[in-house]
C-alpha cells in the first residue's frame, strides 16, 4: 500500500480529528466510514487506509496455517472466511470447508505439511451455508458431516428457482465488486470483493448425514471431543457455534471480528434481527473460552482478549438497537435517527469495514415500525417523474441544475458529492441517457467510493460509476446490469426440476400481468404426474390461486403433465392445452 499523504505513528491524526469532532458534536456517529485521506493499494485501488489494509488486520492477506491452540489450527487466506481444524483423539475435525474444491485442496495440503502427516478427518461441522464448497475433498471413509437442521433447505432456496434471481444477483454482483476491474483506481482494495473466478469455481458441497433441530443446544462427543453445539442465528437461520470446553475454545460466525456485523447487507437480504444476534453473543459470553476463534477474524487469545471481542461486537449490536427505538420514541424519522444517533468511538472507530451503521439503523426502523417516517407527503406522493420534473423547474431546468451538479462534482468534501449525486438523479430521471448527467455521477459516484471503509457502499458507488462510464465488465465480457438480470432472472429448466414441485408450481403466479388478466376469470385441475401433484389452478382478481389437493386417482383432470412438460412451460409458453395456451396470454417473462 503506497500513501498518498503523509502518516503519523501512534494515535493517527485522523483519529484524533475523529475524536475532536465527536467531543464538539457530542455524536459520535456522522458518516465515520467516509475518509477523508486516501491511499493506493497494492493493487492501485485507491481507497482508504482502514479498507487496504483490512486483510492484514484479519491476517487474510496470505495464505497460512497456523497452530491457535494446542491442536486447533487456523487456515487463513483462502477466502473470505477462515477454516477450522481440531485434532481430536479420533481424527481431525474440518469446521466449515472453504470456498471451492481448488480452495479446499490446497488447505488439505497445507494443513498436512504443517502437521507432517496425512490427515483423517472424521467429522466436518458447518457454522453455515455460506462456506461449505470444499467439502468433498475433506471427505474421508466415515466421515460425519454435521449441521444445522435447515442448512441444506436454505441453501436450495437461496441458490434455486426464484422469481427476483435476476435482481438479487445484479445487487449482489454490485456490491461485492464483480464487474469492477483487477487492477487499477477502481479495483476492490481488499478480499471483501470477488471476482469471476467465484462464480466459477467447482462446489463439492454435500448435506449433513446428521442435523441439530433448530433452537436447541446440545452436548456431544464427536471424534472422541466433548462439543456443545448451540443456535446462534446471526445473518443466516441455520448458523451455529461451536465450544469446545476440554480446550476452552469457541468457534463462531462474525460474532467477534474487528468489524461491525453486517446488520443490513445492501444487496438485500431477510432481516437480521439484533435481538438474536445480542441472545448468541450471551451464550458465547457464558463460555469464559481462553480462545475464540470467529470465522472472520484472526481469532483472539486469552479470556480476557476474548470476552471484549465478543462484548463489543454484541454491544454494537445492542446500541443499534437500543438507541433506534429511543429516537423513535422522540419522533425522528429513519433517516433523522441515522443522522442523530450517538456511538461511542471505542466501539465504532474504523469497524465499518463490510457496512455501515446508518444501512443498519434504517433497517431496524423499518422492522420496528415501517418505511413510514412523519411526513404526509410520503403519504401519497407525487410520481418519481412529476416530482422530478417539477423540481428541476423549481430550480431554474435542466441547464442550471446541470450547472449546479457541475461545480458540486468539482469541490473537495462529502456534502458536495453527496449532492451531485442527488442533483444527477433527478437529471436522469428524465433523460436516462444524458451524459453530462451521467458523467457528472460517474465522478461523484467514484470520489465516495474512494473515500469509504465499507465494503458495501464501495461495492455500489465504484460500480454505479462504471455503469454510468458503460465500463461494466465481468472477466473480458463488457455487460450492463439490465442484460444481467434478464439472463440470471430467467428460470432455467434445471433449476425448475430441481425445486419442490409445489415451489415450481407457484412460481407461475408471479409472472401474471394484472392489466391483461383484468376482468378474467377461469380455472383447471392441473395434474402433475410424475410427482403426484394435482392443484386447482384458478385466474381471478388480477392472480393466479394455486390451491393443492389431495391426489385423487379417480377425479379426472383438465390437464395431465410431466415436470418437464411444465418446466417447459414456464420457460416458452408452448403448450398444446388450450387452457395454458389461454393463460399463458396473461404472463410476463421480461
Not at 401474471?512 to 392441473?526: C, H, S, V, W
Request: with cysteine; aromatic share 8%; glycine share 6%.
Amino acid at each position: 500500500m503506497k500513501p498518498q499523504h503523509n502518516s503519523t505513528t501512534g494515535l493517527s491524526l485522523a483519529v484524533i480529528f475523529s475524536l475532536f469532532v465527536c467531543l464538539i458534536t457530542n455524536t459520535a456517529y456522522a458518516q465515520s466510514s467516509l475518509k477523508t485521506e486516501t491511499v493506493v493499494a497494492n493493487n492501485g485501488a485507491i481507497t482508504t487506509s482502514v479498507a487496504a489494509n483490512y486483510d492484514s488486520k484479519v491476517k487474510a492477506d496470505k495464505k497460512v496455517v497456523e497452530e491457535f491452540a494446542s491442536g486447533v489450527y487456523q487456515l487463513r487466506g483462502w477466502g473470505i472466511a477462515n477454516t477450522i481444524a481440531v485434532d481430536a483423539k479420533d481424527g481431525f475435525i474440518i469446521i466449515d470447508t472453504g470456498d471451492s474444491l481448488k480452495a479446499a485442496s490446497e488447505m488439505r495440503t497445507a494443513l498436512e505439511k504443517e502437521i507432517g502427516a496425512k490427515v483423517k478427518v472424521a467429522a466436518i461441522l458447518y457454522t453455515h451455508h455460506h462456506y461449505v464448497y470444499g467439502t468433498s475433498i475433506w471427505l474421508d471413509d466415515g466421515t460425519k458431516i454435521i449441521a444445522h437442521e435447515n442448512l441444506d433447505s436454505d441453501m436450495k432456496a437461496d441458490q434455486g428457482l426464484s422469481v427476483y434471481a435476476g435482481n438479487v444477483a445484479v445487487r449482489g454482483l454490485t456490491q461485492f465488486g464483480f464487474m469492477n476491474p483487477m487492477q487499477g483506481a477502481d479495483a476492490f482494495p481488499n478480499s471483501l470483493g470477488s471476482t469471476i473466478e467465484k462464480l466459477t469455481q467447482e462446489s463439492g458441497y454435500l448435506p449433513a448425514t446428521e442435523t441439530i433441530k433448530d433452537g436447541v443446544t446440545v452436548n456431544r462427543t464427536i471424534a472422541g471431543e466433548a462439543i456443545e453445539i448451540a443456535e446462534c442465528k446471526i445473518d443466516v437461520q441455520n448458523s451455529i457455534c461451536f465450544y469446545f470446553p476440554d480446550r476452552s475454545t469457541l468457534v463462531t460466525n462474525f460474532m467477534a471480528s474487528p468489524s461491525i456485523f453486517n446488520l443490513y447487507s445492501l444487496r438485500g437480504d431477510i432481516y437480521r434481527d439484533p435481538l438474536t444476534y445480542i441472545a448468541a453473543s450471551d451464550w458465547a459470553l457464558s463460555k469464559s473460552a481462553k480462545y475464540v476463534l470467529d470465522i472472520h477474524s484472526a481469532g483472539t487469545r486469552g479470556k480476557k482478549a476474548s470476552r471484549l471481542a465478543l462484548e463489543e461486537s454484541r454491544d454494537q449490536m445492542q446500541i443499534i438497537h437500543d438507541q433506534t427505538l429511543r429516537l423513535i420514541s422522540k419522533g425522528y424519522d429513519a433517516r433523522r435517527v441515522a443522522e442523530n444517533i450517538y456511538i461511542p468511538v471505542s466501539i465504532l472507530q474504523d469497524r465499518e469495514t463490510f457496512g455501515q451503521v446508518e444501512s443498519h439503523i434504517k433497517q431496524v426502523y423499518n422492522a420496528k415500525i415501517g418505511w413510514m417516517g412523519n411526513d404526509i407527503y410520503d403519504i401519497n406522493p407525487l410520481s418519481v417523474n412529476e416530482e422530478t420534473r417539477r423540481t428541476l423547474e423549481l430550480m431554474g431546468g435542466k441547464a442550471a441544475v446541470l450547472k449546479s451538479a457541475q461545480a458540486a462534482v468539482e469541490k473537495t468534501d462529502f456534502e458536495n458529492w453527496k449532492w451531485a449525486i442527488y442533483l444527477s438523479s433527478k437529471l436522469l430521471e428524465l433523460d436516462k441517457q444524458d451524459q453530462d448527467a451521467r458523467n457528472i455521477r460517474a465522478a461523484a459516484s467514484r470520489k465516495l467510493g474512494q473515500h469509504t471503509t465499507s465494503a458495501n457502499a464501495r461495492g455500489w458507488y465504484i460500480t454505479e460509476a462504471l455503469a454510468m462510464e458503460n465500463k461494466l465488465t465481468i472477466g473480458p465480457q463488457a455487460i450492463n446490469r439490465d442484460a444481467i438480470r434478464k439472463n440470471f432472472g430467467k428460470a432455467s429448466k434445471e433449476k425448475i426440476l430441481a425445486a419442490e414441485i409445489d415451489s415450481a408450481v407457484n412460481y407461475i403466479r408471479f409472472l401474471i400481468d394484472p392489466k391483461l388478466a383484468e376482468g378474467k376469470r377461469f380455472g383447471f385441475e392441473l395434474t402433475i404426474i410424475d410427482q403426484d401433484y394435482q392443484a386447482t389452478v384458478e385466474v381471478r382478481n388480477g392472480v393466479i390461486a394455486i390451491t393443492p389437493n389431495d391426489m385423487d386417482k379417480s377425479k379426472k383432470s383438465l390437464i395431465k403433465l410431466t415436470s418437464e412438460q411444465w418446466a417447459d412451460f414456464l420457460i416458452s409458453g408452448d403448450s398444446e392445452h388450450s387452457s395454458l395456451n389461454k393463460l399463458n396470454k396473461l404472463l410476463d417473462r421480461g
